[in-house]
């Protein structure tokens, strides 16, 4: 069975902190891993990983992934409040199958 | 096993039939949502039903009519598709439509043809 589980499950910090968030898999058949923030309906997209040791960076935000250990990373440096949210990891499969993790519910406090 | 369940999970239709992808979840929640999810944009909203309701239909074409009979099951029908409407379509609910945690189905694998 396909699995994904992100840790922490809660994070609360305060801004200007640099947190990593984590998200480890088993799947069969990878073919990609995306990182979603959660805010009210729509989760938005952040990254999608194919490739192991390639570092995908927007602003303050980047992940990388490690196919060897089947794990993924998600870190936010100088964080501020706008940047509360669940933090989604999921992971697609060449069947054509998408599964999520439970999320990272992530408080950045003033 | 989110809870939530999605059939069929892959459907290969021709541009002239009709089909439709099913979603069901019994955690009680209030809020069901269909997603689309393919390699050019990875996830978009495209209906939100609360209690039932549609409360959102994100500028979905007309070929695609969401149905909400209750709170524990939702459908999309699909009519007279395009090759490009070719995507995972992914349902996901939560308790009320709120910051909580969504939860996904695995999601139905449509091909059209």
């Known amino acids: 069975e396909d699995k994904v589980v992100q840790s922490p499950l809660s994070l609360v910090v305060h801004e200007g902190d640099t947190v990593t968030l984590n998200c480890s898999y088993e799947v069969t058949n990878f073919r990609s891993l995306l990182w979603y923030k959660q805010e009210k309906k729509a989760p938005t997209f952040l990254f999608m990983l194919t490739s192991s040791g390639i570092e995908k960076k927007s602003g303050r935000l980047s992940s990388i992934l490690d196919k060897k250990e089947l794990f993924s990373i998600l870190n936010i440096t100088a964080t501020q409040t706008g940047d509360s949210a669940v933090y989604l990891c999921a992971v697609n499969t060449n069947a054509g199958k998408s599964t999520f993790g439970d999320g990272t519910t992530l408080t950045v406090k003033p | 096993e989110t809870g939530v369940t999605q059939t069929p999970r892959h459907l290969v239709m021709g541009m002239t039939n009709k089909k439709s992808l099913k979603c069901e979840q019994h955690l009680g929640h209030n809020a069901m949502y269909w997603y689309k999810q393919s390699a050019k944009k990875p996830l978009e909203l495209m209906f939100v039903?609360?209690?039932?309701?549609?409360?959102e239909n994100n500028s979905v074409p007309s070929r695609f009519s969401p149905e909400c009979p209750n709170s524990s099951h939702l459908f999309l029908h699909l009519h007279t598709l395009q090759p490009e409407d070719s995507a995972l379509y992914l349902c996901?609910?939560?308790?009320?439509?709120?910051?909580?945690?969504?939860?996904f189905g695995e999601g139905s694998w449509l091909t059209v043809v």
């Open positions: 996901a609910s939560r308790p009320a439509d709120s910051g909580n945690t969504i939860y």
């Open positions: 039903y609360n209690f039932k309701e549609q409360t």
